[in-house]
């Protein structure tokens, strides 16, 4: 069994700063993939960043830049220090992580809240 906890989340002006956090918890083998999705209201789930097990990156074009993805293997955690926040950033922000345990799984987060607004 896996759990991961999110927390991060809140209100904040534009132009502002936000640092989410994903930890990871459970009978952990190894972690791959790590990727933090949004979904903003009535819009669909959409991939904002990733990093794989070697630490490569990938960002969603309306984030590059401002946005960055790492990862702390010891701890099982990942974070997403979001920079220069626009009322478009607006959403309920999912981390989303491969677990070996007995076999590979995916799994989500709980959701965190991220609203940006004056």
């Known amino acids: 069994q896996v759990q991961l906890v999110e927390s991060g989340g809140g209100l904040v002006q534009p132009g502002g700063s936000l640092r989410l956090s994903c930890a990871a918890s459970?009978?952990?083998?190894?972690?791959?993939?790590m990727g933090w999705y949004r979904q903003a209201p009535g819009k669909q789930r959409e991939l904002v960043a990733a990093?794989?097990?070697?630490?490569?990156?990938n960002y969603a074009g309306s984030v590059k830049g401002r946005f960055t993805i790492s990862r702390d293997n010891a701890k099982n955690t990942m974070y997403l220090l979001m920079n220069s926040l626009k009322p478009e950033d607006t959403a309920v922000y999912y981390c989303?992580?491969?677990?070996?345990?007995?076999?590979?799984?995916?799994?989500w987060g709980q959701g965190t809240q991220v609203t940006v607004s004056s």
């Open positions: 459970g009978s952990i083998f190894s972690i791959g993939f």
């Open positions: 990093i794989t097990s070697s630490g490569t990156t």
């Open positions: 989303n992580v491969d677990v070996r345990t007995t076999s590979w799984y995916t799994y």
